[in-house]
């Protein structure tokens, strides 16, 4: 019930509006109407779901999961961490590939609410022609209410989105079952023989025509993403035993009804539905698409966040939304940003046939970086036969690269933008990811080695006057001074009786067991009240430093055991461009734009404002 009201809004609203894209006679490569060419159609439809979804995403690709966790994210670090053989050159290249995969599905993020909702609100056309003029406004009064009420959270919202699926996708089976029986012949199109008779017949029309195919896959990532959140046999069983046939009877009768009455080309979907229940209809379908655009709105705030616990972004402001589950969070300036973009997009295209190709575009990138990296994961991680990776892999990627080949014949209408917007957000990521690593070498030198630091307070060559209490330094690294601890005693002269050196590591898992979460070291000196702690957290995981704390038990008596009281110091860095060497001065005006967008540090780590610290220092970069 859960998958069915989260995972499957993308790819379940996908026949409001693949048919009539196909068939779209403004379309500047058009596929004429014809017997041949519908049942041609249908099969390449049916087809390139079974094939890509069904086999590929479903029987293989959910079976590559990160400790429970799916999505690309998940994917690039399997690649990365997990796989012990390889070139190193052509591991650095796979997990470039996959976060510009990432990157696209931000495009993604901001394609499928405008044109899920935009198509959906479309069908009053049909079912209400004199509220005609009123789609757009709908449609952007829809999204921003969308928008607005993600702050709330989904937990009492999504356990209504499985029974609205339920409906749907049982009420468009029986509407394709009603198109079915005005041409039963239709069924023929199962044959795969129609789908490769229509490609040899018409090679030119076929290729050009994979542009509106493909959005009948829209949403097959979506299906990977949210692994972690159903697993794969509910997900499975889903698709298995209702979506795909009733997406399937949707497509069949669709055809069926153009078959029969070619004047229904212009909205094929609604046109099947009886005219009583079609504004019903337009109504459900709207529920669908706000489902859908849901789904795909909370993927890209988990993977805002999973980018943040990796070093891509910077610390970003994310809230919990449910005490249950920890998934279910929301990112402020990723909604915001989305919401500015998605209703540009709605205002900009105007009909979802003219966001058709920035979809698709956005939809067999991504696909074909994460079939590519699932490929090398299988190779190298479960000792797939080579002949069979190469063979049955090579395969795959070729009929995928047909679909992104043909996407890229519509850059002018439109495929660009995905493309764009990717390359922006992938520039940004690694931006960020190469600015970090400068910094925190910076970082580094100026914190110095814990070690002879110790030594050094240890031999008394620094003067030090140890107040009570307990004070927590939080670090990156278990093997440097805090800034802020080095500060107070070279200027303040004083440290706290006892001192707890907090060493943050992210896992390159997405959660970590509670029994692995923290380690304690003594250090070298086991009197002078100094103790570090190592927490790990899972990149899906939100770093909760006092409550994390207070789960640390030890008999080391240089180990503070009330913890209520402590203050907590944070080392900040302000960041100054410079002519230092490194990043390009327009890479460096980037990050330290980005580095704007950081979230608070004390809340970041949920520290109490009222015994926090923090202290500076100054960085170029």
């Not at 229940?277 to 459900?284: E, S």
Request: hydrophobic letters at 50%.
């Amino acid at each position: 019930m859960g998958a069915l009201g989260v995972v499957f809004g993308d790819i379940g609203t996908s026949p409001i509006y693949t048919m009539q894209t196909v068939f779209n006679p403004e379309d500047p490569h058009p596929v004429p109407v014809s017997t041949d060419n519908v049942y041609g159609i249908v099969s390449l439809i049916f087809w390139s779901v079974t094939i890509i979804v069904t086999i590929a995403y479903v029987g293989f690709i959910l079976r590559a999961d990160n400790e429970g966790e799916g999505g690309i994210m998940a994917l690039l670090t399997l690649v990365g961490q997990k796989t012990a053989a390889g070139s190193r050159r052509v591991k650095s290249m796979l997990v470039a590939l996959g976060i510009f995969g990432a990157a696209l599905f931000f495009g993604d993020s901001m394609i499928t609410p405008a044109i899920s909702v935009l198509s959906a609100v479309e069908g009053v056309k049909v079912a209400a022609p004199t509220l005609a003029d009123w789609v757009i406004p709908i449609t952007v009064v829809i999204i921003i209410a969308l928008f607005l009420v993600q702050r709330f959270g989904t937990g009492a919202v999504g356990r209504a989105f499985g029974p609205i699926m339920i409906v749907w996708f049982v009420a468009i089976g029986a509407l394709g079952i009603l198109g079915i029986t005005r041409e039963p012949e239709i069924l023929l199109a199962l044959s795969p023989t129609y789908a490769i008779g229509f490609g040899v017949a018409n090679p030119g029309i076929a290729f050009f025509a994979l542009a509106a195919v493909v959005l009948a896959i829209t949403g097959a990532e979506a299906l990977y993403a949210d692994l972690g959140h159903f697993g794969r046999s509910p997900i499975a069983r889903a698709w298995l035993v209702l979506v795909f046939p009733a997406c399937v009877l949707s497509y069949f009768g669709q055809g069926a009804l153009v078959l029969d009455d070619p004047a229904t080309l212009a909205s094929p979907f609604f046109m099947l539905i009886p005219e009583p229940l079609q504004l019903p209809m337009v109504v459900l379908a709207t529920a669908a698409t706000v489902i859908a655009s849901q789904a795909v709105i909370t993927g890209a705030f988990s993977v805002a966040r999973q980018a943040v616990q990796l070093g891509y972004l910077p610390r970003l402001r994310i809230e919990h939304t449910s005490s249950h589950r920890i998934g279910q969070i929301y990112v402020p300036i990723i909604n915001w940003i989305l919401l500015v973009a998605v209703i540009v997009l709605v205002l900009t295209f105007q009909e979802s046939a003219a966001l058709a190709y920035a979809f698709g575009m956005a939809v067999t990138g991504t696909i074909i970086i994460s079939t590519t990296l699932f490929l090398y994961y299988a190779r190298k991680a479960w000792r797939s036969p080579l002949w069979l990776v190469i063979v049955a892999g090579g395969l795959l990627l070729a009929f995928e690269g047909l679909f992104f080949a043909a996407n890229l014949t519509k850059l002018t209408h439109g495929a660009w933008l995905p493309l764009a917007i990717g390359i922006v957000a992938f520039t940004i990521l690694m931006t960020w990811y190469r600015g970090r690593q400068q910094v925190t070498t910076q970082r580094e030198l100026e914190e110095g080695p814990l070690s002879t630091f110790l030594e050094e307070l240890h031999d008394r060559r620094i003067p030090v006057v140890r107040v009570p209490g307990t004070a927590v330094f939080l670090n990156r690294s278990a093997d440097t001074t805090p800034l802020a601890m080095r500060a107070c005693v070279e200027h303040l002269h004083s440290l706290h009786e006892h001192v707890v050196i907090l060493s943050i590591e992210t896992a390159q898992t997405p959660t970590v067991a509670a029994d692995e979460r923290l380690t304690t070291d003594g250090l070298r000196f086991t009197d002078d009240g100094i103790v570090l702690v190592r927490a790990r957290f899972g990149y899906m995981e939100a770093p909760d430093v006092p409550a994390t704390l207070r789960t640390l038990q030890s008999d080391d008596p240089e180990i503070p055991h009330d913890l209520e009281d402590a203050s907590y110091f944070l080392s900040t860095i302000d960041l100054h461009r410079s002519n230092v060497p490194g990043l390009a001065q327009w890479r460096a005006t980037l990050f330290l734009a980005t580095a704007r967008g950081a979230a608070d540090a004390a809340q970041y780590f949920n520290l109490p404002r009222e015994r926090t610290i923090l202290m500076g220092s100054r960085v170029e970069v």
